[in-house]
């Protein structure tokens, strides 16, 4: 779709409402993701990244961070979960979209978490409100045919869904749409694979992305398979009116972003567009191998990086950064970058902490009026399965569940990291900014005892109730 540029003024009030330079972005090095980061997806709203990407189970996770390189240690909060049989599982390629004042979140998804054809749909989501962590409400499904990859663009005020199919080959396909969830054309292929470097592995094109720029629209896809390394970027330019026939489109002959055997990466492909803070500077988002060996998996990770524009028009998207090699982050961004976090209960406004800042094994959690504590702050580690292990800074240990109980009532405390889901957590949206903390091994939420809003009030476990007592807000710090 159509990004949006802040304007210069914007980007430096923003900065300076922040106590920052515009110049003094933080610096980052990819990946921006490391845990599930294929099929990468950016947007920036009020002030913060918000990235998605594919998780290969029945939820979809989202991070949000005011700096890129917060991305990587930022907590994923997961907004979905598959809620039908017939999209269940294996969730891949999700995108955020915001059009006519809500968000909608299009995705794949199939009916078991192994199949990667005969079942796999794509569908959309939209929000109550404003605010990309949701709360959703499922819209329906997009088409009745397998169909990866679902992105939206408005072009010459009329909205299209892009995606891409298999007849034989994998083509990029196109259709108008009366609204965010509903299609109201026919389907019709825009791209297939044509050239030898799209047909490396699998006569592939797919992950179709709309970028727009001073009244130009680009669709850049993804071609050859995504298990090898030759899997890469190429471009198509509107040179006519309408996006839903092959003619209005213009392929380049050659590819626009691929392999970099020098810098040691392999595989680039499947990626997003956004921009800086103030508007000023274009960045790509895109997964990557770090080895010719690696396949289309977990294994790739999240990566970003800034790209200029030709002298006709045209997006110049560079070379794949080598991997850990030092960047400046987004122009705009504040310098701080964010490795904690405190949690407040919805109901008290008051702190977890571990009490007295103790370093032993089984010291108390609860609650206290907000001190600044580093026994209040937390580090949210991403495990890479939907959970994270909660390490309080004062001590160093991890959020437990008192003897792995799973009944109501059971303690929660500090104890050194022994790798169970008893010291597993997942962050699940509520709304207005709020999570429930949520038990791997008992499904059981982090509850302030009684709904106390008194200090030292104990927080344990209980079922969920769905009221303030048992939500909390992630602020970083």
């Known amino acids: 779709m159509a990004r949006r540029l802040l304007t210069l003024p914007a980007a430096l009030l923003l900065a300076f409402s922040l106590g920052q330079s ?56 997961q907004v979905w979960q598959g809620d039908a049989a017939s999209r269940c599982c294996n969730i891949r390629a999700p995108e955020l979209h915001f059009l006519n004042g809500r968000w909608y979140l299009y995705y794949v998804a199939g009916q078991n978490v192994s199949d990667y054809i005969p079942t796999q749909r794509s569908h959309v989501l939209e929000s109550t409100g404003s605010d990309p962590l949701g709360p959703y409400t499922y819209k329906g499904q997009i088409g009745s045919f397998w169909m990866l990859d679902p992105t939206v663009a408005t072009v010459n005020g009329q909205l299209y869904l892009f995606g891409s199919t298999h007849s034989g080959t994998q083509n990029v396909v196109a259709a108008r749409m009366s609204n965010p969830y509903t299609v109201s054309s026919s389907f019709s292929t825009v791209s297939t694979p044509t050239y030898d470097w799209e047909r490396q592995g699998g006569t592939v094109n797919e992950g179709p992305e709309i970028l727009q720029r001073n009244g130009r629209t680009f669709l850049i896809y993804s071609a050859s398979g995504c298990w090898t390394p030759d899997y890469k970027l190429g ?23 691929q392999r970099s055997d020098g810098n040691g990466v392999y595989g680039p492909g499947h990626n ?16 990557a191998n770090d080895s010719t060996s690696d396949g289309c998996d977990n294994g790739r990770t999240a990566r970003a990086q800034k790209f200029t524009w030709n002298s006709d028009g045209s997006p110049n998207l560079g070379t794949p950064v080598r991997l850990g090699a030092s960047q400046t982050g987004p122009s705009g961004e504040p310098s701080a970058v964010t490795a904690t976090y405190t ?132 602020n970083p710090v």
């Open 272 to 287: 997003g567009f956004f921009t800086s803070p103030g508007g000023s500077e274009s960045w790509i988002v895109y997964h």
């Open 343 to 474: 949690l407040t209960n919805r109901n008290s406004g008051k702190c977890l902490e571990v009490a007295g800042s103790s370093t032993a094994d089984g010291a108390n959690v609860q609650q206290y009026a907000c001190n600044g504590g580093a026994n209040q702050r937390w580090r949210l580690e991403d495990l890479g399965d939907d959970t994270h292990r909660l390490v309080n800074v004062a001590g160093g240990k991890a959020l437990d569940t008192e003897n792995c109980s799973a009944a109501d009532g059971a303690d929660l405390r500090q104890w050194s990291w022994l790798n169970n889901t008893c010291q597993r957590f997942r962050f699940v949206a509520t709304d207005s900014g709020h999570v429930r903390i949520v038990n791997q091994a008992s499904g059981k939420v982090a509850d302030v005892a009684d709904c106390s809003t008194a200090d030292a009030a104990d927080v344990r476990q209980w079922t969920w109730l769905n009221n303030a007592c048992r939500q909390w807000r992630l």
């Open 22 to 77: 515009p110049a003094q972005a933080a610096s980052f090095s990819n990946p921006v993701k490391a845990q599930k980061g294929a099929d990468p997806w950016i947007v920036r709203h009020d002030g913060n990244y918000y990235l998605i990407s594919t998780s290969w189970t029945d939820v979809i996770t989202i991070r949000r961070s005011a700096t890129l390189a917060g991305l990587n240690t930022a907590p994923s909060v």
């Open 235 to 257: 471009q198509l330019s509107l040179t006519g009116f309408d996006p839903t026939s092959a003619s209005s489109w213009t392929k380049k002959s050659t590819p626009v972003f």
